[in-house]
């Protein structure tokens, strides 16, 4: 059984900055972050290969980054120009390795951007 585990969410005003980050305690395979609002379905943020390869959602990729480090287990998300209605309650998601239809989720982060 892996755990994700999150961190780097809280508030922020509009137009700044976070780190997100997710340490998974075993090996995963696709690792991706997930978000819901209140009141709102969850919704793909963006995933990542073991090879680097990435996808995001269209709203969120001209301001989104996700990456990761296979050696230390973890994906990270860089959010930048944060907007009110990024606020959300935020998933790491992770499907197992070797068996890829095993799902992961954490607990979530909240990242509120407000004044």
């Known amino acids: 059984q892996v755990q994700l585990v999150e961190s780097g969410g809280g508030l922020v005003q509009p137009g700044g900055s976070l780190r997100l980050s997710c340490a998974a305690s075993?090996?995963?395979?696709?690792m991706a972050w997930y978000r819901q609002a209140p009141g709102k379905q969850r919704e793909l943020v963006a995933g990542?290969?073991?090879?680097?390869?990435?996808n995001y959602a269209d709203s969120m990729k001209d301001r989104f980054t996700i990456s990761r480090d296979n050696a230390k287990n973890t994906v990270y998300l860089q959010m930048n120009s944060l907007k009110p209605e990024d606020t959300a309650v935020y998933y790491c998601?992770?499907?197992?390795?070797?068996?890829?239809?095993?799902?992961?989720w954490g607990k979530g982060t909240l990242v509120t951007v407000s004044s």
């Open positions: 998601h992770a499907r197992g390795d070797p068996n890829y239809s095993i799902l992961y």
């Open positions: 990542i290969t073991t090879r680097g390869n990435s």
């Open positions: 075993g090996s995963t395979s696709v």
